[in-house]
Each structure stands twice: as C-alpha cells, then as structure tokens.
C-alpha cells in the first residue's frame, strides 16, 4: 500500500471508530435516561415496571388531595376514568395543579403507592398533553371536555 | 373595517411574495436585466404591505377590538398598556405574523446591502428569500389568520397568558425571531450559490456578516429565555433541556459551527461545500424548530396548544425545503477550490470545532425526536431525561473548551501543534494548579466546581496569550474579527464558569415555614415573616416577605408573590431574589399549607448563575463585532 492510501485509510478508521464509539456512548446514555409514559390501568395491570422509574399520566381525582398539616407531604389520586393509583410527593407543586386537571407525575412504584420525585401540570388549563390523553377512556374524555361538568368525574376503581 | 384592510394587505402581501419568488429568479435564468431588477422594488413593496398589516394588528390590540378572535383571546382591557402591544406576538397567530415581519426586514436589508454583488446573485438570494416569505404568509393566511372575526364580538377578551405578562417576554420571541430568520440569509446565499453551481469567496465574505448578525440574535434570544424561565416559572433553573428549548439551540449549535467554517472558506477556500451544508442545516433546524413548537407533536413544558393541521402544513414545507435543497446539493454540489492543509494547522483545529459542534446538535437532534420515533415504532409512550442530554453535552464540549486556546495561536496551512502546546504549557499548568485547589476545597461537587475553575482560567489564559502575542508582534493590529473573536471566545470561559459553577454549589431547599421560622442555608439564614394579601393592576397577589441574614448582618427582604389573575383560574408564581456577581439569592412562594400562615417555600442560593447569562451576552457582542471588520465593507465593483 503506498503511503497516501494508508493515510486514508488509517483516517477512515479512526472516523469509523468515533462513530462506533458515540453510537455507544448514545445508546447507553439514552437507556439510562428514558422514562416511560404509563396510565393508572397500565399499572394496575401490570404493564409498568415495579421497581424502576417511570411517568404516571392521568387527571387529578377529585376531594382526593389530603395534606399532612403544616408539612410539604401531600397525597393524591391520579385516575384515566376506569382505575387510578394513589400518589405520595414531598414537595412543592406546580401552580397549574388543581383537581381536575391533567398532571404527569415522574417516580415509582413503593408498595401501594406512586412516589413521584417531580410533579408537572400544563401551564395551559384547558390543554391535556397528547400522550395523557392517549390513555384516557372515552367517557372521561367527553366529560372533561364539557368542562364545569368535571366533577361528576368517575375515579374508578384502585 | 380595519381588521378587514389588514387581511387584504396580508394577501396582498402573499402576491408580492410569489412574485419575488419567481420573477427575479427567471430574470436570472434568462439573463434578463429588467426582471432581475424587479427584486428590490419587490422586497421594498412585501416589507411595506407586511408592516402596514401588523400595524393594524397592534391598532387592534390598542383599541380593545374584541371582535377580532385573535385580540378577544389574548388580551382584556385590563392589561397593562406596555402588555397591549407585545401581546400581539403573545400567542401562535400573531407570533407568526411577526416571524414574516422580521423575514422581510431581513429581506430588505439585503437588498439595500448588496450592491456590491452581481445582479444574477442578488436576484436568486432575495427570490430564494421571497419563496420562503411565500411559505410563510401562506401559512399565515390558510391555517391560523390573525384577523379572522369573532361574531358576535366579545365584550370583554379573555386576557393575555399570566406567564406572558412580563418585560422578558416583550424581547424574547423578537430576538429568537431574528436569529432564526437570520438564518434564511445564509441558506439563500448557499441556494443561489448552488443554482449557480460555482462559490466565490468574495460571495462567501458578502454573507458572512449576516451569518454573526443571525447567531448573536439568537443567542441573545436564547440567553433572554433560559434567564426568563429562571425568574418567571419559579423552579430557580436556568435550563431544562425541554423540547422546545432544544428547537433553539439545534441551530445555535450549527449556526456556531457555520460561522467558524465560513472564516475557513472565506480567507483559505477550503470546507466550501460544508459550509453550505452548514448554512442549509442552519436554516432547516431553525424551521424544524417552529414545527416541533407549532404543531405540539411533543410534550413541552411549554404550553402551545396544539393543532395537527399547522403541524402538517409546516411539516411539509420542512420536507419541501429540506428535500428540495439537498436535491440540489447533491445534484450540483460545487468544486472545491481550497488550499491543501496539513493535518496539523488551524483548518484541522476549526474541522474538529465543526464536527463536535454538529455532534452536539445530533445528540440534542435524536434525543428531542427519540420519543417521536419510538411512539412511530411502537415502543410505547417515553420521554428523554435531562441527564441524557447533560451527560453526553458536556463530553463532547470537553474537547472544544481544550482546543479553544489553539485554534487562534496556530498557523493556517501547515503548523507544528508541539510548537503551540509548548507555547500554551505554563498557563495550561496553572489552570490545572487552580483547579486542584478547588477540588479540595469545593464543599460538594469538587470535580465539577475543578472543572468550572479550569475552563474559565484555561480559556481566559489562553486566549490572553494570544492577545499578548499579537501586542508583542511589530504589526500589532487588532482588527475587529480578531476582537470579536476574542470577546466571544472569553465570552465562552465566562459562560462555562457560571454554568458549571451554579450546577455544583447551587443549594436548593424545599421548605414548609411557619411565620417566624428561619432557615439556615450555607452562610444565609433566611427568616419567613408571613404572608399577605395584596392588589395588584390586573390580579391580586399573596406577597411574602423573607429577611436574607449574612450572620448578623440583615442583607435584604425579599417580596416573592402568588398571583390570581382576574381574568382566569390560573395563579402565577413570581419568585424575588437578589441578584449579584458571586451569587443570588432566590425565593418562591409555593402555597398556603394550614390556617395558621403556614407556607410551603422555594429557598435557593446560586452561586455565580448571573455569569451564565453574561457569558451568552459576551458571545453574542462578540459576534456583532466580527460584523464591523474592515474587509466586510461595502465595496462597489469596480
């Protein structure tokens, strides 16, 4: 091989490498760090992991947020109109949270309840995130879009 | 009527641009002066007819037309009259309007600047320009018409988004519009350049001014931002790797690269068919960017109702630019007319600036449409952490802060890297000394607070030894790319210090208080005093005070408010704080908790988070100054 192809070609391996070694680096920094969306029902049915993290999607049920008196402990339930999961944060919730409305909750699973690291609401109150409302039973969507009438919301079951 | 007037302007305002679009551009196929020349009275007449139709818009905001379902949805006569007039951009109709103004004033621009440039080329530029206005005005026309008519008028308008009630709101969009369409200049120019089929350096240094012009916009832009979402959504972070934060900073990243690859085409040739790469990515992402903002196809923490048909309509145009560019590219893709280099030499440093900064953007690329495809492919609903992004960010960034210093201190062509090492070895060993102090002494997160050290004295030293050697030299000048350059590149250190610097020490506390309590966080005691009610013009406001203690000594009392706007249910957070060099005090109200004025509060200390935004601000003035360099002046052929 004369010298200008070994050139180019030691060139093209080492690109080749880079490329091998970012794909690498991307893979395992995206496995570590993806979340998966899941419903109360998905939960309950045991589509969601038991032990890793992932986001609970659904609306606020209604009289279900409890507070421990005078502390950042605060307790609720998240529902997709046929089940819903209780949920346990210890922090400060977003303004956008109210019953009623539509929240993704990141944490896991500890026994029988959800406990979320972070809690996000939309900013917007009439908008549901597409993958939220994805996951809703019809009759839940029919009634949330008629607004006032959201609270004759059904919960469901646990 | 008005209302009406302006949306004939708009169509009007659509003809020009499809005129624009065609007959300049067959004016140069055909070698036809008299349609060639038609270009610039054209850009004059859309600027005219596009401006006369915002005019009307905002008219309508100032008189509280309700009829109008654009200003009944995003205004009330309640607001502030400051409001009244950046409500206009304040949702999606408007916003739009203002992204086809500011197109057109670039448009304009470009006309009245380029006449030192043959006619064939500014004919193609200013219709590639005019076609792309076309794009957009159809936009605006067919899917989301800001004076489309509320029968029967509303009496009162439902109010402008709390969130958006905020002097950092007024320049935000503005200046992120600019960067964005900026960008559209240097696209035209590789687009007319590829029609062409040749590149001329003398075209490339015609475009590089607007190129600086375009990414210091948008840096400003995104610094406005990342510093509003700091104090307006009351979180205390300064970024949050969301969807809509990534639009932005895919073409930041390649417009940084673009501006570095167009200096090497400029002054050596080489690198000439990736800077046109380059300048269409740049312009793509930027347009990619509206899309994933526009059509709602990801879950943002920000809120842009969603609406698939605009979705659909930007996706196409995307595909139709995009698609039809690279066509291009690929079909009549240029000589390459550069000087050979040798691997080691300052070409090499600025390739390797090019690829890691395009890596970045490719990274940020795939994790912001990795949920996207994997909902396409039926790998359930996910979404990507911010850790993905952090992570992966800062290892490819490494290498740029290492290399920083080199790229001015090394020759063109042909260099020894040794030489230059040797050069930059006792600086290099000094920042590696002072980051070694830090890291025993940081008291949490010594490796990062190590690295915060290093990058901001090794970069400043750095880049001080080549101002030094250019004092030292017998010719020294400094012409205004080399300032800027500087400007920006100091600019970086400053930006990496505070970054890194707020990410290591911030301390944070979430906190339940009662009146009375106090909270000690580092050197700060902060001392609850209660909450009370107040009125404001439009809401009313829970306001806190918070006594901020250094010992003994009292430092300031803080005001942080809830507010509950008239106009809807939604309460809005407005944090205080006191802003300073070394560090900022930061408070947030979260809510009541008991009967007894019971409060759940946000507590932060952010050590150096203000050099963040400063170093964005360095960079971007230093783009600006490259732009004022001797050799970009005007000059008519001879």
Redesign the interface.
Same mark, same amino acid.
């Given at each position: 091989m004369n010298p200008v192809r070994k050139r180019r070609l030691l060139f093209v391996a080492l690109v080749l490498a880079a490329a091998a070694l970012?794909a690498v680096?991307?893979s395992m920094?995206?496995n570590?760090?993806?979340?998966?969306?899941h419903t109360p029902t998905e939960v309950r049915t045991g589509k969601a992991p038991e032990s890793a993290r992932f %986001?609970l999607?659904g609306v606020v049920c209604n009289n279900s947020v409890t %507070?421990t008196?005078?502390?950042?402990d605060v307790r609720f339930r998240v529902t997709d109109g046929s089940r819903f999961i209780p949920v346990h944060f210890n922090?400060?919730?977003p303004?956008?949270f109210?019953e009623g409305t539509s929240v993704?909750a990141t944490g896991k699973m500890q026994g029988e309840e959800f406990v979320a690291t972070e809690v996000?609401a939309?900013?917007?109150?009439?908008?549901m995130?597409?993958?939220v409302a994805?996951g809703m039973s019809p009759e839940m969507l029919a009634k949330m879009s008629q607004g006032p009438a959201m609270h004759s919301l059904n919960c469901g079951a646990p | 009527m008005l209302p009406e007037l302006g949306q004939i302007l708009l169509l009007a305002a659509l003809l020009l641009s499809l005129l624009l679009g065609t007959l300049p551009l067959w004016g140069a196929q055909r070698s036809n002066n008299a349609l060639m020349s038609s270009a610039r009275p054209l850009s004059y007449a859309l600027l005219a007819a596009v401006v006369c139709s915002y005019a009307l818009l905002t008219y309508a905001f100032e008189v509280h037309d309700f009829s109008v379902a654009y200003v009944a949805k995003n205004s009330n006569s309640l607001l502030p009259p400051l409001y009244q007039a950046s409500a206009v951009w304040g949702a999606h109709e408007g916003s739009l309007l203002l992204w086809v103004m500011i197109l057109c004033a670039w448009i304009t621009a470009v006309a009245l600047k380029s006449r030192a440039l043959p006619q064939t080329v500014v004919a193609r530029v200013l219709s590639v320009m005019g076609w792309i206005a076309f794009g957009f005005l159809a936009f605006t026309v067919f899917t989301s018409n800001p004076f489309e008519r509320l029968l029967p008028a509303a009496i009162e308008g439902h109010d402008l988004?709390p969130?958006l009630q905020d002097p950092g709101l007024i320049f935000h969009p503005p200046l992120l519009y600019l960067g964005y369409v900026g960008f559209s200049v240097a696209f035209a120019f590789a687009i007319a350049a590829l029609i062409d089929g040749r590149i001329d350096a003398q075209w490339i240094k015609w475009a590089r001014p607007w190129t600086n012009a375009a990414w210091g916009f948008l840096t400003l832009g995104i610094a406005l931002g990342s510093f509003w979402a700091y104090y307006e959504l009351?979180w205390g972070g300064w970024w949050f790797w969301d969807p809509v934060e990534n639009a932005s900073f895919m073409p930041w990243l390649v417009g940084a690269a673009l501006i570095h690859s167009q200096a090497v085409t400029e002054k050596r040739g080489s690198f000439s068919s990736w800077t046109l790469l380059l300048a269409i990515a740049a312009f793509s992402l930027s347009l990619l960017g509206t899309f994933l903002v526009r059509s709602?196809?990801l879950?943002s923490?920000?809120?842009f109702?969603?609406d698939p048909e605009r979705g659909m309509f930007i996706l196409a145009f995307l595909c139709l630019v995009v698609g039809s560019s690279l066509t291009l590219f690929a079909w009549r893709t240029p000589k390459e007319f550069g000087k050979p280099f040798h691997w080691q030499s300052r070409e090499s440093l600025l390739l390797i600036n090019n690829l890691l900064l395009t #890596?970045a953007c490719a !990274?940020v690329l795939?994790?912001t449409l990795?949920p996207l495809l994997a909902e396409a492919l039926d790998m359930?609903?996910?979404?990507?952490? $911010? $850790?993905?992004f952090g992570?992966?960010f800062l290892?490819l960034m490494a290498p740029v802060v290492l290399l920083i210093p080199f790229g001015p201190l090394s020759r063109w062509q042909s260099d020894s890297l040794g030489n230059v090492a040797r050069v930059l070895m006792p600086w290099l060993v000094l920042a590696a000394l002072v980051a070694l102090v830090a890291l025993f002494k940081a008291p949490q997160h010594p490796i990062k607070t190590a690295l915060a050290f290093f990058s901001v004295f090794w970069i400043t030293l750095g880049t001080l030894r080549f101002v030094w050697q250019r004092l030292r030299q017998a010719q020294s000048r400094f012409t205004a790319e080399m300032s800027g350059m500087i400007l920006a590149h100091t600019g970086v250190a400053v930006f990496c210090f505070g970054a890194l610097m707020a990410e290591a020490l911030s301390t944070e506390k979430?906190?339940?208080a009662?009146p009375g309590q106090s909270f000690e966080i580092g050197a700060y005691r902060f001392l609850f005093q209660g909450v009370q009610e107040l009125p404001g013009p439009n809401f009313v406001a829970q306001r806190g005070a918070i006594q901020v203690f250094d010992g003994e000594r009292m430092l300031t009392t803080l005001y942080p408010e809830?507010r509950q706007y008239a106009s809807?249910?939604?309460? !809005?957070?407005e944090a205080d704080m006191q802003g300073g060099i070394s560090r900022d005090l930061y408070v947030?109200l979260?809510?009541p908790?008991?009967a007894?004025g019971?409060w #759940?509060l946000?507590l932060h200390v952010k050590p150096f988070i203000r050099w963040i935004w400063f170093g964005a601000l360095m960079m971007a003035l230093g783009a600006f100054l490259v732009m004022f360099d001797k050799r970009f002046k005007n000059r008519r052929p001879q």
């Open positions: 970012a680096f991307i920094a995206l570590e760090n993806i979340n998966y969306l %986001r999607g %507070r008196e005078s502390t950042l922090g400060i919730l303004d956008m109210k993704i996000l939309k900013h917007d109150e009439t908008y995130p597409a993958e994805k | 988004n969130l009351g709602g196809v879950t923490v920000h809120a109702a969603s #890596a !990274m795939l994790g990795y359930g609903k996910i979404s990507v952490g $911010p $850790p993905y992570k992966l290892v979430d906190v339940a009662k809830k809807g249910g939604s309460i !809005m957070t947030a979260g809510e908790l008991d007894n019971g #759940a946000r």
